[in-house]
């Protein structure tokens, strides 16, 4: 699976921004993407998940309530809509993607988001 997000940006605080993350393909059975981010000196965290078959998310306590996300099966497209963003949420946010619940496998590269304050 190849994965290819984009939507980054600068924004002001309290703002918004949408991440896109095109997959080559999701035609497998327990299928699921996911966001992560990483900020300058810290690790990789999660952020939400989206199965493909049920539409089922899990999303990060930290985003709860400013972020979610969504996917569109025809377009092979997941989203993350981020709205109420603070500057503790400017990181490069990655999306993967997972297959048969092994774990995710499958990175596509980074898209900086900037939020000043």
């Known amino acids: 699976v190849q994965l290819q997000a984009c939507g980054g940006g600068l924004v002001q605080a309290g703002g918004s921004l949408r991440l896109s993350c095109v997959a080559s393909t999701s035609t497998f059975r327990n299928y699921g993407m996911g966001w992560f981010r990483q900020a300058p000196g810290k690790e990789r965290e999660f952020v939400a998940s989206?199965?493909?078959?049920?539409?089922?998310?899990n999303v990060a306590d930290s985003v709860k309530g400013r972020f979610t996300i969504s996917r569109d099966i025809t377009k092979n497209t997941a989203y993350l809509h981020m709205t109420g963003l603070r500057s503790e949420d400017t990181a490069v946010y990655y999306c993967?993607?997972?297959?048969?619940?092994?774990?995710?496998?499958?990175w596509g590269q980074g898209t900086q988001v900037t939020v000043s304050s």
């Open positions: 993967a993607a997972t297959i048969d619940y092994d774990g995710w496998k499958f």
């Open positions: 989206i199965w493909w078959s049920t539409g089922s998310t």
